[in-house]
T-cell receptor, first 111, second 113 residues
Protein backbone atom coordinates (compact mmCIF):
# COMPACT_ATOMS: atom_id res chain seq x y z
CA UNK A 1 0.00 0.00 0.00
CA UNK A 2 1.23 3.48 -0.82
CA UNK A 3 1.64 5.93 1.99
CA UNK A 4 3.85 7.78 4.41
CA UNK A 5 5.56 6.11 7.33
CA UNK A 6 6.85 8.03 10.30
CA UNK A 7 8.97 6.42 12.97
CA UNK A 8 9.14 6.10 15.83
CA UNK A 9 5.63 6.82 17.06
CA UNK A 10 6.95 7.93 20.47
CA UNK A 11 10.39 9.39 21.15
CA UNK A 12 12.01 10.61 24.32
CA UNK A 13 14.89 13.04 24.31
CA UNK A 14 17.21 14.03 27.07
CA UNK A 15 18.27 17.63 27.50
CA UNK A 16 21.08 18.55 25.11
CA UNK A 17 20.57 15.54 22.87
CA UNK A 18 19.94 15.52 19.12
CA UNK A 19 17.26 13.17 17.83
CA UNK A 20 16.20 12.28 14.32
CA UNK A 21 12.65 11.60 13.21
CA UNK A 22 12.18 9.40 10.18
CA UNK A 23 9.76 10.02 7.32
CA UNK A 24 9.52 7.72 4.31
CA UNK A 25 7.03 7.84 1.43
CA UNK A 26 6.39 5.48 -1.46
CA UNK A 27 3.92 7.73 -3.28
CA UNK A 28 6.55 9.06 -5.68
CA UNK A 29 5.77 12.60 -4.54
CA UNK A 30 8.25 15.36 -5.21
CA UNK A 31 7.36 17.59 -2.24
CA UNK A 32 7.70 16.70 1.42
CA UNK A 33 6.92 18.70 4.55
CA UNK A 34 7.54 18.71 8.28
CA UNK A 35 5.04 20.31 10.64
CA UNK A 36 5.03 20.79 14.36
CA UNK A 37 1.73 20.63 16.22
CA UNK A 38 1.14 22.13 19.65
CA UNK A 39 -2.25 22.39 21.36
CA UNK A 40 -4.17 25.42 20.14
CA UNK A 41 -1.52 26.43 17.58
CA UNK A 42 -2.46 24.37 14.57
CA UNK A 43 0.27 23.04 12.30
CA UNK A 44 3.37 25.13 11.92
CA UNK A 45 5.72 24.52 9.01
CA UNK A 46 9.28 23.64 9.98
CA UNK A 47 10.89 22.75 6.65
CA UNK A 48 9.76 21.69 3.22
CA UNK A 49 11.39 20.25 0.16
CA UNK A 50 10.10 20.43 -3.38
CA UNK A 51 12.84 18.32 -4.94
CA UNK A 52 15.72 16.06 -4.02
CA UNK A 53 18.78 17.86 -2.62
CA UNK A 54 16.84 21.05 -2.03
CA UNK A 55 14.80 22.30 0.92
CA UNK A 56 13.50 25.56 2.35
CA UNK A 57 12.93 26.85 5.84
CA UNK A 58 9.39 27.18 7.03
CA UNK A 59 8.12 29.46 9.75
CA UNK A 60 9.83 27.80 12.72
CA UNK A 61 13.06 26.26 11.38
CA UNK A 62 15.34 27.35 14.23
CA UNK A 63 16.69 24.37 16.14
CA UNK A 64 15.82 21.90 13.39
CA UNK A 65 17.67 20.48 10.40
CA UNK A 66 16.66 18.28 7.46
CA UNK A 67 18.15 16.50 4.49
CA UNK A 68 16.67 15.27 1.22
CA UNK A 69 19.15 12.87 -0.31
CA UNK A 70 16.50 10.56 -1.71
CA UNK A 71 13.06 11.29 -3.07
CA UNK A 72 11.49 8.83 -0.63
CA UNK A 73 13.06 10.13 2.55
CA UNK A 74 12.98 13.43 4.47
CA UNK A 75 14.40 12.97 7.98
CA UNK A 76 14.09 15.74 10.56
CA UNK A 77 16.73 16.28 13.24
CA UNK A 78 15.72 18.09 16.38
CA UNK A 79 18.93 19.61 17.68
CA UNK A 80 19.89 20.69 21.18
CA UNK A 81 19.36 24.28 20.01
CA UNK A 82 15.60 23.67 20.00
CA UNK A 83 14.72 24.71 23.52
CA UNK A 84 11.15 23.48 23.59
CA UNK A 85 10.98 20.37 21.41
CA UNK A 86 8.12 18.58 23.14
CA UNK A 87 5.40 18.40 20.48
CA UNK A 88 3.66 16.21 17.92
CA UNK A 89 5.53 16.14 14.61
CA UNK A 90 3.81 15.42 11.33
CA UNK A 91 5.38 14.63 7.99
CA UNK A 92 3.50 15.02 4.72
CA UNK A 93 4.10 14.60 1.01
CA UNK A 94 2.41 16.14 -1.97
CA UNK A 95 2.42 15.97 -5.75
CA UNK A 96 2.08 19.38 -7.41
CA UNK A 97 -1.02 21.23 -6.25
CA UNK A 98 -2.89 18.16 -5.09
CA UNK A 99 -3.66 17.37 -1.50
CA UNK A 100 -0.97 16.42 0.99
CA UNK A 101 -0.82 12.96 2.50
CA UNK A 102 0.19 12.69 6.12
CA UNK A 103 1.99 10.18 8.25
CA UNK A 104 0.67 9.12 11.66
CA UNK A 105 3.00 11.42 13.53
CA UNK A 106 5.78 11.19 16.09
CA UNK A 107 5.26 12.43 19.63
CA UNK A 108 8.51 13.78 21.01
CA UNK A 109 8.92 14.33 24.74
CA UNK A 110 11.85 15.82 26.58
CA UNK A 111 12.72 13.95 29.76
CA UNK B 1 1.31 37.14 2.33
CA UNK B 2 -0.73 33.99 2.30
CA UNK B 3 -2.69 33.02 5.38
CA UNK B 4 -5.58 30.96 6.65
CA UNK B 5 -7.90 31.95 9.47
CA UNK B 6 -10.33 29.59 11.10
CA UNK B 7 -12.97 31.42 13.09
CA UNK B 8 -13.73 29.67 16.35
CA UNK B 9 -11.25 27.32 18.00
CA UNK B 10 -14.10 25.29 19.50
CA UNK B 11 -17.53 24.58 18.06
CA UNK B 12 -20.17 22.59 19.89
CA UNK B 13 -23.30 21.18 18.24
CA UNK B 14 -25.97 18.69 19.16
CA UNK B 15 -26.18 15.39 17.36
CA UNK B 16 -28.31 15.88 14.24
CA UNK B 17 -27.70 19.62 14.06
CA UNK B 18 -25.99 21.53 11.27
CA UNK B 19 -22.21 21.73 11.39
CA UNK B 20 -20.58 24.94 10.16
CA UNK B 21 -16.84 25.45 10.46
CA UNK B 22 -15.50 28.72 9.09
CA UNK B 23 -12.36 29.30 7.07
CA UNK B 24 -11.11 32.49 5.44
CA UNK B 25 -7.98 32.76 3.38
CA UNK B 26 -5.67 35.35 1.94
CA UNK B 27 -3.81 34.64 -1.27
CA UNK B 28 -2.41 36.73 -4.10
CA UNK B 29 -2.71 33.84 -6.54
CA UNK B 30 -5.61 31.47 -7.24
CA UNK B 31 -5.81 29.26 -4.18
CA UNK B 32 -5.95 25.56 -3.71
CA UNK B 33 -7.95 24.89 -0.55
CA UNK B 34 -8.34 21.81 1.59
CA UNK B 35 -10.17 20.63 4.67
CA UNK B 36 -8.61 17.94 6.83
CA UNK B 37 -9.82 16.06 9.90
CA UNK B 38 -7.64 14.81 12.73
CA UNK B 39 -8.53 12.32 15.44
CA UNK B 40 -6.45 12.23 18.65
CA UNK B 41 -2.83 11.18 18.20
CA UNK B 42 -3.27 10.52 14.50
CA UNK B 43 -2.27 12.14 11.25
CA UNK B 44 -4.54 14.28 9.11
CA UNK B 45 -7.08 12.83 6.71
CA UNK B 46 -8.38 14.74 3.71
CA UNK B 47 -12.08 15.59 3.80
CA UNK B 48 -12.31 17.56 0.57
CA UNK B 49 -10.43 19.89 -1.75
CA UNK B 50 -11.00 22.86 -4.02
CA UNK B 51 -8.75 23.07 -7.05
CA UNK B 52 -10.51 25.68 -9.22
CA UNK B 53 -13.18 23.43 -10.67
CA UNK B 54 -16.67 23.46 -9.10
CA UNK B 55 -17.12 25.98 -6.31
CA UNK B 56 -19.28 23.59 -4.26
CA UNK B 57 -17.12 20.68 -3.26
CA UNK B 58 -18.41 17.46 -1.78
CA UNK B 59 -16.21 15.34 0.43
CA UNK B 60 -16.28 12.24 2.54
CA UNK B 61 -18.61 11.53 5.46
CA UNK B 62 -21.29 13.94 4.18
CA UNK B 63 -19.17 17.08 4.41
CA UNK B 64 -19.14 19.80 1.78
CA UNK B 65 -17.61 23.23 1.35
CA UNK B 66 -18.29 26.21 -0.87
CA UNK B 67 -15.55 28.38 -2.33
CA UNK B 68 -16.56 32.05 -2.36
CA UNK B 69 -13.94 34.22 -3.98
CA UNK B 70 -15.72 37.49 -3.16
CA UNK B 71 -15.69 36.59 0.53
CA UNK B 72 -12.32 34.76 0.45
CA UNK B 73 -14.02 31.96 2.31
CA UNK B 74 -14.16 28.19 2.21
CA UNK B 75 -16.53 27.18 4.99
CA UNK B 76 -17.14 23.52 5.81
CA UNK B 77 -20.67 22.25 6.42
CA UNK B 78 -22.53 19.07 7.21
CA UNK B 79 -26.32 18.98 7.43
CA UNK B 80 -26.55 16.60 10.37
CA UNK B 81 -23.80 16.02 12.92
CA UNK B 82 -22.93 12.54 14.11
CA UNK B 83 -21.09 11.64 17.29
CA UNK B 84 -18.24 10.26 15.19
CA UNK B 85 -17.67 13.74 13.70
CA UNK B 86 -16.11 14.92 16.95
CA UNK B 87 -12.51 15.73 16.01
CA UNK B 88 -10.23 18.59 15.09
CA UNK B 89 -10.64 20.16 11.67
CA UNK B 90 -8.05 22.07 9.72
CA UNK B 91 -8.39 24.33 6.72
CA UNK B 92 -5.30 24.55 4.49
CA UNK B 93 -4.14 26.76 1.63
CA UNK B 94 -1.79 25.52 -1.05
CA UNK B 95 0.34 27.93 -2.98
CA UNK B 96 0.88 26.98 -6.57
CA UNK B 97 4.15 28.77 -6.97
CA UNK B 98 6.00 28.21 -3.70
CA UNK B 99 4.82 24.70 -2.89
CA UNK B 100 3.94 25.78 0.65
CA UNK B 101 0.92 24.32 2.38
CA UNK B 102 -0.36 26.64 5.09
CA UNK B 103 -2.77 25.57 7.81
CA UNK B 104 -5.26 27.39 9.96
CA UNK B 105 -5.24 27.12 13.74
CA UNK B 106 -7.78 24.31 13.75
CA UNK B 107 -11.31 24.01 15.09
CA UNK B 108 -12.28 21.38 17.62
CA UNK B 109 -15.77 20.08 16.96
CA UNK B 110 -17.70 18.72 19.93
CA UNK B 111 -20.91 16.79 19.27
CA UNK B 112 -23.32 16.50 22.19
CA UNK B 113 -25.83 13.66 22.43
Amino acid sequence: DGGITQSPKYLFRKEGQNVTLSCEQNLNHDAMYWYRQDPGQGLRLIYYSQIVNDFQKGDIAEGYSVSREKKESFPLTVTSAQKNPTAFYLCASRDGNTEAFFGQGTRLTVV
Amino acid sequence: AQSVTQLGSHVSVSEGALVLLRCNYSSSVPPYLFWYVQYPNQGLQLLLKYTSAATLVKGINGFEAEFKKSETSFHLTKPSAHMSDAAEYFCALGSGNTGKLIFGQGTTLQVKP
